[in-house]
């Protein structure tokens, strides 16, 4: 039976815990994901989901590439070494993802998860961007989740030089020029990250951002169909 309430966000455990137990059924995922919640699997303990007390974000404002990073990319798109799908293999994407180690974590995508994420896929909330080689061979990409407006990262992966970053690009660029969007939610900085520009909120501030962009997306026209 799907979730029917969450706690409060702003009253968590130190780490972020909301809540633990419940269901990956869509309308709890859906909810969650309105409310700046998102699951991630502790060994050992019921399904946890969590609000941390510092939410990472990047601002398209804010996206700055690496002197190396922008190089190879305006050199892919001149030559097209790499091209470029949406939401067209979301299953071997999320399963590539699986198999990517986690330094101390292990895989947080379990077969519970990546089962979960491929019905909200089917449902309009979930998203891939794949990299393709030349002969359409998946090389890398990245998923993740719309909801009113607001995009969640979820991980990448690649077996090619650039291809889950390429990826990313490419994502940010769809989201910008065709969902207008101004911000994607990247839950916790990676060393990547934080080089393309991103930052930490507090989770009042992120909560707030949230509401915002909500509200935003009541008034505005995007289409439903993500591409």
Same mark, same amino acid.
């Given at each position: 039976m799907p979730i029917k309430k969450f706690p409060d966000p702003r009253n968590s455990s130190p780490e972020g815990i909301i809540a633990l137990g419940g269901d990956l059924h869509p309308d709890s995922l859906l909810l969650a994901y309105r409310n700046g919640i998102f699951p991630w699997p502790i060994e050992g303990l019921p399904l946890a989901w969590f609000c941390p007390p510092e939410r990472a974000i990047l601002d398209f404002k &804010?996206?700055? /590439?690496?002197? #190396?990073?922008?190089?190879?990319?305006?050199?892919?798109?001149?030559?097209?070494?790499?091209?470029?799908?949406? &939401?067209?293999d979301f299953e071997a994407v999320i399963?590539?993802?699986?198999?990517?180690?986690?330094?101390? !974590?292990g895989t947080w995508i379990t #077969?519970?998860?990546?089962?979960?994420?491929?019905?909200?896929?089917?449902?309009?909330?979930?998203? *891939? @961007?794949? #990299?393709? *080689?030349? &002969?359409?061979? /998946?090389?890398?990409?990245?998923?993740? %989740?719309? %909801? &009113?407006? @607001?995009?969640?990262?979820? *991980?990448?992966?690649?077996? !090619?030089?650039?291809? #889950?970053?390429?990826? $990313? $690009?490419?994502?940010?660029?769809?989201? +910008?020029?065709? =969902?207008? $969007?101004?911000?994607m939610d990247i839950q916790m900085l990676t060393p990547h990250m934080v080089a393309l520009g991103a930052k930490e909120l507090a989770r009042s501030e992120f909560l707030k951002l949230l509401k915002r962009t909500?509200?935003? +997306?009541? =008034? *505005?026209?995007?289409?439903?169909?993500w591409v």
């Open positions: &804010d996206l700055t /590439l690496p002197r #190396s990073l922008a190089r190879a990319w305006r050199k892919n798109q001149a030559s097209a070494v790499m091209n470029f799908t949406f &939401d067209r399963s590539a993802c699986a198999t990517v180690p986690r330094p101390e !974590k #077969s519970e998860l990546k089962s979960a994420y491929i019905e909200f896929h089917r449902a309009g909330y979930a998203h *891939s @961007v794949e #990299s393709r *080689s030349p &002969d359409g061979t /998946l090389i890398g990409g990245i998923y993740g %989740v719309e %909801v &009113d407006g @607001v995009f969640s990262a979820e *991980s990448m992966f690649y077996h !090619k030089p650039y291809a #889950s970053k390429f990826a $990313l $690009l490419t994502l940010i660029e769809h989201l +910008q020029k065709a =969902r207008g $969007l101004q911000w909500q509200k935003a +997306q009541v =008034r *505005s026209k995007t289409s439903l169909f």
